[in-house]
């Protein structure tokens, strides 16, 4: 002991103002690996620890995370049948229910298992963004699920002109030259964004750069830094972040300060509509009144009659949010779509696809509309097979206990509060019991599914409720109605079941997938039907961002304008 005091007082250690942090930071590490209660279910799996070895929870975090395809399958293939506890570092100790308890899972209310709780907590919103009250009261979600979804068809020759535009500008027009190379995310990105925002804002503002690139900029701020806050202690968060989300706020003001003009335009022409003639939810025979986001923001605050919800600062934060939700994840979706077209996609089936375009738009006039949209099978297969392979999502329909003492599931686990519930999804999109040639691209496997006649019983990947098949055999045969529309709309890009989870499943399920479906769809059929795309020798991987599947970012592709008569009137 003597030995030890005279080391103290010869070091820095023996000063209180050095001593005392140490101190607490062993005291915390102590804590957290033998004293903190894990707050898990006794008695079940711990994917990834291993037998007798120390601190098996903590190094099966690590363990997890450096290789999450391995620890998604063991927990799916070894542990089919009962509930395990996965750890990921930065993320939780989620207790991992069997495939079959997906549904029920989603059908819990929300008093006893939250989704909101739980992006809180993923996305440390109420750090990453700069106005936590958008988050914690988001009535943007009714106008996502709500105006959005039902003006979705109204939107298609807006969101076709944009296309075209962007898509022109990016990847050039000229008909006479050879192929040109381009990095596929990093332009589809763009495009995405600056499509996207033709919905959001309009006119002219989706094609201001500096607006798209703040956009941009805070879609990837976010992602980044509440990584980085999860990964620095709870007590410790408040404190570093300011410093981590910095290049979030810088975005933020940038973003603020380009669109706030315009919502303070709008809004002032709103308020002047409404006193000249409160019934008046249109135009009034002057200026027309835009039919995007921004302008149903504005609607929606006046009717709610509070007066931060019709802040310039509160609808432009609106906005921003809306970008940070759809540019990411949209943006993956057609790269991957297209990296598979020129990866694994044969010329012949290349061909087929374009003729489903061309015929289709003959049979509607040559007009693009949701019904030319909902006809074309075989595009809405290619992306709804693009996703299944290459969904950005690995584990599904993540809900945080929230009940006082916990929950029992149905296999008997009882599960406490604070725990974070999830069940499989990469795993599952790779199952051959239920996609047969799983990790194998073919385009039209849901449009073939569509062709096949109506059963009594339900099929994996097609419908709410769940089953076991891919829908390629077994069933008894509906003679009286053949294919249905329900049968197949089951097949759709859109549509959720417990065995295909890319857009979330439930009530909760991501609210603008009917949007993001229709504006992809409409995106790459002009790809196709307007650019040839030379062929891969082989697709690029995908790499693995912690528990997420990523695209490859530098990834290129060579294309060339196709000449008008190849090209289909789109």
Not at 24 to 38: G, T
Not at 381 to 398: D, L, P
Request: aromatic share 8%; proline share 7%.
């Amino acid at each position: 002991m003597t030995a030890l005091l005279e080391f103290l007082e010869k070091t820095a250690l023996g000063r209180p103002a050095v001593l005392a942090p140490v101190l607490l930071a062993v005291a915390y590490i102590v804590y957290q690996l033998f004293l903190r209660p894990s707050g898990l279910p006794e008695g079940i799996p711990i994917v990834g620890a291993r037998p007798g070895e120390w601190f098996p929870l903590a190094r099966a975090r690590w363990r997890n995370t450096s290789d999450m395809k391995t620890a998604t399958e063991v927990a799916y293939g070894q542990y089919r049948d009962q509930a395990v506890v996965l750890p990921i570092a930065g993320a939780h100790d989620f207790v991992q229910l069997p495939a079959r308890e997906l549904q029920w899972l989603v059908d819990q209310p929300d008093t006893d298992v939250d989704l909101h709780e739980q992006v809180l907590d993923s996305l440390q919103l109420d750090f990453t963004v700069m106005d936590p009250r958008l988050i914690h009261d988001p009535v943007h979600q009714k106008l996502i699920s709500g105006v959005l979804t039902r003006e979705t068809g109204n939107l298609v020759p807006v969101l076709l002109d944009e296309i075209r535009v962007s898509v022109d500008a990016l990847w050039g027009t000229d008909t006479d030259g050879g192929f040109r190379e381009i990095c596929a995310y990093d332009a589809m990105r763009r495009i995405i964004g600056q499509v996207t925002n033709r919905v959001f804002v309009g006119l002219p503002l989706c094609r201001d750069r500096d607006l798209l690139d703040a956009g941009l900029a805070y879609a990837q701020d976010v992602p980044v830094g509440s990584t980085a806050l999860r990964f620095t202690p709870a007590p410790l968060r408040p404190l570093l972040a300011p410093l981590v989300t910095l290049p979030n706020r810088i975005h933020t003001r940038r973003f603020y300060r380009i669109l706030r003009p315009e919502v303070e335009r709008r809004s002032a022409a709103f308020a002047a509509r409404r006193s000249a003639d409160p019934e008046k939810s249109g135009g009034d025979g002057g200026e027309k009144e835009p039919n995007d986001f921004l302008q149903w923001s504005i609607a929606q605050a006046a009717a709610l009659g509070d007066a931060y919800h019709a802040r310039p600062d509160t609808l432009s934060g609106r906005i921003l949010l809306l970008n940070f939700a759809s540019i990411h994840t949209s943006s993956f979706a057609i790269t991957h779509a297209l990296l598979d077209l020129a990866g694994s996609t044969s010329p012949e089936q290349l061909d087929e696809l374009r003729a489903e375009v061309g015929s289709v738009l003959a049979a509607h006039g040559g007009v693009w509309n949701k019904r030319a949209l909902a006809a074309m099978e075989k595009l809405d297969s290619v992306m709804r097979e693009s996703q299944r392979v290459n969904s950005f999502v690995t584990i599904a329909t993540a809900r945080k206990v929230v009940k006082e003492g916990g929950i029992t599931t149905p296999s008997g686990v009882r599960v406490p509060k604070g725990v974070v519930l999830c069940a499989p999804a990469y795993p599952v999109f790779h199952d051959p019991e239920k996609y047969p040639e799983p990790y194998e691209f073919r385009p039209f496997r849901f449009a073939e599914k569509r062709a096949v006649p109506t059963t009594t019983t339900t099929t994996a990947g097609d419908n709410s409720n769940g089953g076991d098949g891919d829908g390629e055999k077994g069933g008894k045969k509906d003679n009286n109605n053949g294919s249905s529309y329900v049968q197949r709309a089951r097949q759709a890009f859109a549509t959720t079941s417990p065995e295909y989870a890319a857009f979330g499943h439930g009530r909760h399920a991501c609210p603008g997938r009917f949007f993001a479906a229709s504006e992809l769809k409409l995106m790459l059929a002009y790809l196709v039907t307007h650019y040839d795309i030379e062929r891969l020798d082989r697709r690029p991987a995908n790499f693995w961002f912690g528990m997420n599947r990523i695209p490859p970012m530098k990834a290129t592709i060579r294309v060339r304008r196709r000449r008008r008569r190849d090209a289909a009137a789109v």
